[in-house]
Each structure stands twice: as structure tokens, then as C-alpha cells.
């Protein structure tokens, strides 16, 4: 599966920015999709410096939000299109990061059920005060 992002930006506090997603390749084999963010200055272990920000299920449309952006994130996707979005309202400069999509995978092969993530390479998001 391979993932571009695009829609990052700089904007004024208060803003709003839209972030898309793309999905392509064996995206029939998508179940999740996610945004995470790298806020500046956290580079030492890329696992706990990406924050999961939200989140969707393919199939059932089921929304999950870090409560820091509850309210004024939302998380939507167009399974036609393979694309996901995240429109992002009433910015505050804490919410400056690097932005990656997110996909969960999982492929039924014999005998098991093989999982996979993959990421997008990132947009930048900066909000000015």
C-alpha cells in the first residue's frame, strides 16, 4: 500500500487546514486508517514521539479522537475514492507537527491472518499565534 499526503500548511491560530490521504495498491486489504503527529523536538524514539491524533475503521466508519482535538478535528474518508481526510478547525500553535497517515492492513493467507502498517511521508502543519 503506498500513501501520500497533502493539505499541510501555514496558517494563523484559529485557522483551519484539511489534510488528504490517498491510498493506493492492495487497498482492499485496508481496515484502519489514522492520522498521527510529530510535534518539534521529538525525534528520539519515533514511537512514542508520534501522537495518534484519530482514527477510522473501513468497514464500520467507527471514529476515535485524541482528546486534545476532540471538537475540532474530524476524521472522514471516501472508501470510492481510497482517500482519507482530516479537517482540521480552530488550530491553536500547539498543534504544529509533522502529520502521517496511517493505514492497518490485514490479508487472510494460509493458515493465518497477516498484519501490516504502512505510513505516508508526511505533511507539515504550522500554526502561527
Known amino acids: 500500500v503506498q500513501l501520500v499526503e497533502s493539505g499541510g500548511g501555514l496558517v494563523q491560530a484559529g485557522g483551519s487546514l484539511r489534510l488528504s490521504c490517498a491510498a493506493s495498491g492492495s487497498t482492499f486489504s485496508i481496515v484502519a486508517m489514522n492520522w498521527y503527529r510529530q510535534a518539534p523536538g521529538k525525534q528520539r524514539d519515533l514511537r512514542e514521539a508520534r501522537e495518534l491524533v484519530a482514527g477510522i475503521t473501513v468497514g464500520g466508519g467507527s471514529t476515535n479522537y485524541a482528546d486534545s482535538v476532540k471538537g475540532r478535528f474530524t476524521i472522514s474518508r471516501d472508501n470510492d475514492k481510497n482517500t482519507m481526510y482530516l479537517q482540521m478547525n480552530t488550530l491553536k500553535p500547539e498543534d504544529t507537527a509533522v502529520y502521517y497517515c496511517?493505514?492497518?492492513?490485514?490479508?487472510?493467507?494460509?493458515?493465518?491472518?497477516?498484519?501490516?502498517?504502512?505510513w505516508g511521508q508526511g505533511t507539515q502543519v504550522t500554526v502561527s499565534s
Open positions: 496511517n493505514v492497518l492492513t490485514e490479508t487472510v493467507v494460509p493458515g493465518r491472518l497477516l498484519k501490516n502498517a504502512y
